[in-house]
């Protein structure tokens, strides 16, 4: 299958670019694109007849893959060359870039489906609602209000938050609320096969060995969740206000909903793959979300893992790639609704999702699946 980069934009289709960057992912709630086309004089001269602020849409072999605004506009030339540059967004940048406005800045009794439709009515997105998270974004908030200057999307998330849900766009200019994690890819990732190079990074910078949450709830003083993380070693306390009224459950699960996030938001992995699609070339794109097992003794991995971003590019030096960030699938475990084992219980496999593979696979019980549970 051809690898067919084109702009949407204006009524006309542009193709023909020579560097290509598009990136996607479950924890932006944005796509990014930057397109460049570079000729030789005495080629086209004049610059393509795009402008900042038009409506467009990017497609990868047909496929849109974000869908918003020209954010950016850069022509130029020398001597012997000239060139065009446009990057943008898909059309949820705007609720990053704006502030939140609704009538009272108040709702009562409101789901976050409801939240989110109410401000963005002024924009002209669509809100998607996936089936894993369907029951928790209909589900009433007792009270919500808007905090003087933030964003739409800081208020969304915060609303996220309490549902324990996630929000990101699909490729079409909507805003997505759901859960990832529910789809396996077509293709294994395996050093020595298809992986073209792979960066990893093991960090502890914003990890904490105990998270403590408190809030106030009708009747209650001091409600208070703590959950642990056995892995960080020295005394490290984090403490979290709630972001709404708690009682003790709702803060011990918003404690572990911190815990788990951040330990999986720590160590991640960049995998290069050839092409923008799976199985060589003749498969699906590569997307967010999708659950891939990955072997790579040198990443010190062997395990199932989550795709939490993807970078489609192309340009002379590297060709048409993909680059995949990986993370641990149980940074989400909690977020659909799957109360996970202590790190300590995961580690030795016998709960949760640490491994990533089922124990019928056939392998033996005494070998430890690398998965990065232990740093």
């Known amino acids: 299958m051809p690898d067919v980069c084109e702009l949407k934009v204006g009524g006309m289709i542009y193709g023909g670019w020579t560097d290509i960057e598009i990136q996607r992912g479950l924890e932006q709630v944005s796509g990014q694109f930057s397109l460049q086309v570079t000729e030789r004089w005495p080629g086209q001269s004049e610059p393509r007849p795009i402008r900042p602020g038009q409506a467009g849409v990017v497609t990868l072999d047909g496929e849109p893959v ?8 850069r022509p130029g030339y020398d001597a012997t060359n000239t060139w065009f540059n446009v990057s943008g967004r898909d059309k949820t940048a705007d609720l990053i870039d704006c502030s939140a406005i609704f009538k009272s800045g108040q709702w009562k009794g409101a789901s976050l489906k409801r939240i989110a439709l109410d401000l963005l009515a002024a924009y002209g997105i669509d809100v998607v609602v996936g089936p894993r998270a369907e029951q928790r974004a209909n589900a009433a908030i007792p009270s919500f209000r808007l905090e003087e200057g933030e964003t739409v999307f800081d208020c969304l998330e915060r609303a996220a938050r309490l549902k324990a849900v996630m929000l990101w766009t699909d490729g079409r200019g909507r805003l997505v609320i759901d859960l990832p994690g529910s789809t396996k890819a077509v293709t294994a990732l395996v050093e020595g096969e298809n992986i073209l190079r792979a960066d990893v990074t093991l960090s502890w910078r914003e990890r904490y060995s105990q998270y403590i949450v408190k809030g106030q709830a009708r009747g209650q003083h001091n409600a208070k969740g703590v959950a642990t993380d056995q892995v960080v070693t020295r005394h490290r306390p984090l403490i979290i206000l709630a972001e709404d009224q708690v009682h003790s459950p709702t803060a011990l699960q918003r404690a572990e909903w911190e815990r788990t996030v951040r330990q999986g938001r720590a160590n991640r992995a960049i995998i290069r793959v050839q092409s923008w699609r799976q199985a060589g070339d003749t498969g699906p794109l590569w997307v967010p979300g999708l659950r891939v097992p990955v072997t790579s003794p040198r990443l010190r991995i062997d395990a199932e893992m989550l795709i939490a971003s993807v970078t489609y590019l192309k340009n002379a ?16 475990d909690l977020l659909s ?27 033996k019980k005494g070998k430890k699946t690398e998965d990065w549970s232990d740093l």
């Open 66 to 73: 974000v869908t918003g605004w020209m954010d950016e506009c």
């Open 317 to 332: 030096n590297d060709g048409t790639v993909t680059d995949l960030e990986i993370a641990d699938p149980r940074a989400f």
């Open 337 to 363: 609704g799957i109360r996970t084992a202590s790190l300590k219980s995961t580690r030795t496999g016998d709960k949760g999702l640490a491994t990533g593979r089922d124990r019928k696979d056939g392998k």
